[in-house]
């Protein structure tokens, strides 16, 4: 869930930023129907398991952090390869 979470947040940053995330996408599926094959899940799937989290926020609280480390990560490469250039 960790993954999904991550992906679904940097697809809205994305979507804010006008920026597309899967550069093989011809346009016919959106960046969130990316999110649902990359993790061979469906909304509902991702739906029913975040309303079972929010259900239970001290699990949602730990996902978050994963989440939160994850992005940061993430940032940080970015930023290292921006520095590389």
Request: no cysteine.
């Amino acid at each position: 869930m960790v993954e999904v979470i991550t992906d679904v947040h940097l697809v809205q940053a994305s979507q804010r930023l006008g920026v597309v995330i899967d550069s093989a996408d011809t346009g016919q599926f959106t960046s969130f129907e990316y999110v649902w094959r990359k993790h061979h899940i469906t909304e509902n799937q991702y739906k029913k398991s975040l309303d079972f989290y929010t259900l239970n926020p001290s699990l949602l609280d730990s996902i978050y952090e994963n989440v939160l480390n994850n992005l940061s990560k993430q940032k940080a490469e970015l930023l290292a390869k921006k520095h590389l250039k």
